[in-house]
C-alpha cells in the first residue's frame, strides 16, 4: 500500500477541484468524491483524489512525508558540493562516498536533505509500505551474528504451516490491502522446494500481491521452481562485501562466492533484488561499507541495510561498539541511505525494522528524510513474534496513520506498484 501527500482543496468547479502543489495549481478529478468543499483536505494519486481526510491527520502526514527544507549548500564546503553535482551525473567513486560516509554536521544535514530532494524529484510523494511474516525461526547455519544460529539452544523454535502461512498473507492483502510481502525464514530444510511453492501459488491463487522470498541460500532449482510458482522477488543479503570479514562472520557452512552466485542466478532468472548489508559489525570499517554502496548499486532493485545489534546467545553477544560518537551505527544507517539514493534515484529503500529498534519511532522519520521511500511493517502472528530473535527487544510498529490511510484499497494503488516494480526491474542504469 502507499501513502501519498494530502492537498487542501482552493476551488471547485464541476467534476474538479484545484489544490496547490508547491507553488503550482493542480487540477484534481474528485468524481469518486463529489461532496468536497473548499478548504477540505484529500489525499490522491496523481489526478484522482481517493479519500477525503481531517486537517490534523493531513498535517501529520504532511509533516512525515515532507521533510526538512532545503539547506542551502552555498554554505557547505566546495567539496561535498561537487560531490553532490557528479552524483546527478556518474556514479561515484569509492573515495567520493568514503567522504560522504564520514561528514558530520551540517555538511551531513545537508547530505539528508539533498538525497531527500533527489527522493521527492524522482518518486513523488509516495511512501509504500510493505509486510513481512516470519514463517519458520529453525535455520541450519551458524552466523555468528545472528540469534537464530543452529547453537543457539535457547531460543523456542516454531514453524507455522502451509496453511497458517497462506491464511496470514491473504489476510494482510485483503483486509489490510497489503500488495508487497516477503516470505522470511531461517534456512529451514523442513520445508522442501515443493512445500515452499504450494505456498507461493495458494497465496496468488487467493489474491493480487507481489511476493518477495527470504529463504536463504537453497540452490538454483529451488530458485527456478519458486519464480514459475509466482514469486516475484528475492530478499538476500550479501551481510558484507569484505570477504575476509564474510568468512570471520561465517566460519561454518556459509560462503562469501556462494553468496553471489546465489544473487547472479536469481538476476538471471528475472527476481527482483532486494539485498544489502549489516553496519557496525566488529572489524568493518568505513572502506567496507562503501564498497557495500557500490556492491548494491550493482545488485539491488530493493536495498535493504541496517546496523548490527549485538544479540544474546551469540558469539558477538557483548561485541564492542568500539564507535566513539553517539548512536554511531543509526547515523552511518542514516548517511549510507542518503548515498545510496543518490546513486540510485528510483530504488526502493525502505526503513529496516533493526534500524527502527535501534533508533525508535523516530528512526523511521528521519530514514524517511534522508532518502527512504518505503516501510516493511512485521505481520508475523502475534504469538510467534518473540521468537523471531534475529536480535533482542524488536520493535514493533503500532497501528496508525500509515495502515489507516494507505490507499491499499484501490486498484490503482496495486497498478500503481505493478508499474512502478517493472520500471525498477528494467533498472535502467541512468549512468551507462
Ligand atoms: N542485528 C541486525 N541484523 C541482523 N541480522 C541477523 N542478525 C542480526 C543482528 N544481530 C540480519 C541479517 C540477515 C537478516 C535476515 O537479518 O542481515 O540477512
Wanted: glycine fraction near 6%; charge should be positive.
Amino acid at each position: 500500500m502507499c501513502l501519498t501527500l494530502p492537498g487542501q482543496i482552493i476551488n471547485l468547479k464541476k467534476n474538479a477541484a484545484f489544490i496547490k502543489n508547491n507553488e503550482t495549481v493542480q487540477k484534481i478529478n474528485i468524481s469518486l468524491l463529489p461532496n468536497l468543499q473548499i478548504n477540505d483536505w484529500i489525499l490522491r494519486i496523481n489526478n484522482l483524489a481517493i479519500k477525503q481526510i481531517s486537517q490534523k491527520d493531513a498535517q501529520e502526514i504532511i509533516e512525515l512525508l515532507e521533510g526538512q527544507k532545503k539547506i542551502n549548500l552555498s554554505q557547505i564546503n566546495a567539496r561535498f558540493r561537487k560531490i553532490i553535482k557528479a552524483s546527478n551525473v556518474r556514479c561515484l567513486t569509492k573515495k567520493e562516498i568514503i567522504y560522504l560516509l564520514n561528514i558530520e554536521g551540517p555538511e551531513k544535514e545537508a547530505l539528508f536533505s539533498e538525497a531527500n530532494i533527489a527522493r521527492k524529484t524522482n518518486l513523488k510523494d509516495f511512501i509504500c509500505i510493505h509486510g513481512i511474516i516470519e514463517f519458520s525461526n529453525f535455520c541450519q547455519n551458524d552466523c555468528l551474528y545472528c540469534g537464530l544460529r543452529k547453537q543457539n539452544r535457547k531460543l523456542k523454535r516454531y514453524r507455522m504451516s502451509v496453511d497458517e502461512t497462506v491464511k496470514t498473507a491473504v489476510k494482510a492483502v485483503k483486509e489490510k490491502g497489503y500488495k508487497l510481502l516477503v516470505l522470511q525464514s531461517g534456512e529451514d530444510s523442513f520445508y522442501t522446494d515443493e512445500t515452499l511453492c504450494e505456498i507461493i501459488k495458494k497465496i496468488k491463487e487467493k489474491c493480487k500481491v507481489f511476493i518477495l522470498m527470504s529463504v536463504g541460500e537453497r540452490g538454483y532449482e529451488c530458485y527456478k521452481k519458486m519464480k514459475q510458482a509466482g514469486a516475484l522477488g528475492v530478499l538476500s543479503r550479501f551481510e558484507t562485501s569484505n570477504p575476509k570479514l564474510f568468512k570471520k562472520l561465517h566460519p561454518t557452512g556459509k560462503n562469501f562466492k556462494n553468496r553471489f552466485k546465489h544473487l547472479k542466478f536469481m538476476k538471471e532468472l528475472g527476481y527482483f533484488i532486494a539485498t544489502g548489508s549489516l553496519i557496525g559489525l566488529p572489524g568493518q570499517t568505513i572502506e567496507d561499507l562503501a564498497d557495500d554502496i557500490l556492491m548494491m548499486k550493482k545488485w539491488a532493485n530493493m536495498i535493504s541495510v541496517g546496523p548490527f545489534i549485538p544479540t544474546a546467545e551469540t558469539p558477538l553477544a557483548l561485541a564492542p561498539n568500539n564507535a566513539k560518537i553517539k548512536n554511531w551505527k543509526v547515523e552511518m544507517n542514516l548517511k549510507m541511505i542518503a548515498v545510496l539514493r543518490l546513486l540510485m534515484k528510483e530504488v526502493r529503500i525502505p526503513v529496516v525494522t533493526a534500524l527502527e529498534t535501534s533508533a525508535g519511532e523516530d528512526g523511521r522519520k528521519k530514514a524517511l528524510r534522508a532518502g527512504a521511500n518505503s516501510l516493511m511493517f512485521n505481520l508475523t502472528p502475534a504469538k510467534y513474534r518473540p521468537f523471531y530473535k534475529i536480535y533482542g527487544n524488536k520493535f514493533y510498529q503500532k497501528e496508525n496513520i500509515w495502515e489507516k490511510y494507505g490507499l491499499f484499497k484501490y486498484e490503482e494503488s496495486y497498478k500503481m506498484l505493478e508499474q512502478k516494480m517493472t520500471k525498477e526491474l528494467e533498472k535502467k542504469n541512468i549512468y551507462a
